[in-house]
């Protein structure tokens, strides 16, 4: 067993909801390496019990993985970037899901993070992790954009200001032609706290502050902040388990759609936005 106490709560609960869905005989994400990431970590993971049957992470996951295999059936050589990938295992749920094997597979993280990845999760020739901060441009260096990129940040831009989040995007769209840009927000009003610093610590705790986020009619206009950006996507989630997401998902294509799913992010505490940015050739 790892001890993994240095790593921040957002990580071990991503996993723990991951790796405890996919446990189940119903569960909607087959993630065994998740299982055995989980497994092999000595963390307290008791204070997640009540996130028993919390399926908007694995939902989150699913979705990512299906744009991802889209763009790598399009691109075989592509390379994925994953922006604070933490203990995520995608790179193994899609080698496994026949989109071949010739992609390959960059992780751009804090040091803690990395560390553990190497010590943790099996080693690929096409897996290059790089132990710095995201806002560090320099990794953009190392990534050949000729075969496509795909760049991915799961769970990571809500918790940068606004002027990182929107530079982050800027870059990868200067610098990966023709690439594709897949990241997730939360609920407006959950930014709208984040910017209350007291009120935040009032309602939230320690838990660390989300200060973007972006409305559909925001992302629609993205391009209006955001030059080479040709094309935004507000992704549907992926179909869930049970009566209430099962409905959701039914309704996706009616109008009423984005309120509903921006009020079962609220209260749920999943995504209310996936975007997905197709880049300038």
Not at 165 to 186: S, Y
Not at 251 to 279: D, K, M, Q, W
Request: with cysteine; glycine share 6%; net charge neutral.
């Amino acid at each position: 067993m790892t001890s993994v106490m240095e790593l921040p709560e957002t990580a071990m609960v991503t996993l723990w909801c991951r790796a405890n869905e996919a446990r189940r005989a119903d569960g909607i994400i087959d993630d065994p390496m998740a299982i055995r990431l989980l497994d092999s970590c000595d963390y307290d993971f008791d204070r997640f019990k009540l996130s028993d049957g919390r399926q908007d992470l694995a939902l989150r996951a699913l979705a990512f993985d299906e744009s991802t295999r889209r763009y790598i059936a399009e691109h075989p050589r592509a390379t994925v970037v994953a922006l604070g990938e933490g203990l995520q295992t995608s790179f193994w749920r899609l080698d496994a899901a026949g989109v071949g094997h010739d992609f390959r597979w960059m992780t751009v993280d804090l040091p803690p993070n990395t560390v553990l990845r190497e010590r943790l999760l099996p080693s690929s020739p096409r897996i290059t992790l790089r132990a710095q901060s995201v806002l560090d441009f320099s990794w953009m260096d190392e990534v050949y954009p000729g075969d496509g990129v795909f760049v991915t940040a799961e769970g990571l831009l809500p918790y940068l200001e606004v002027t990182e989040a929107l530079n982050v995007i800027r870059e990868c769209a200067r610098r990966f032609p023709g690439g594709q840009m897949m990241f997730d927000v939360p609920p407006k009003l959950q930014a709208q706290l984040a910017a209350r610093p007291r009120l935040w610590k009032l309602l939230r705790g320690d838990w660390p502050r989300t200060p973007f986020s972006l409305t559909p009619a925001e992302l629609a206009n993205v391009n209006d902040l955001v030059p080479r950006v040709w094309a935004a996507h507000n992704l549907p989630i992926p179909r869930g388990r049970g009566f209430l997401l099962d409905r959701l998902w039914r309704t996706r294509h009616l109008p009423l759609y984005p309120h509903l799913r921006r009020l079962i992010g609220l209260n749920l505490h999943t995504v209310a936005l996936l975007a997905l940015l197709e880049f300038d050739q």
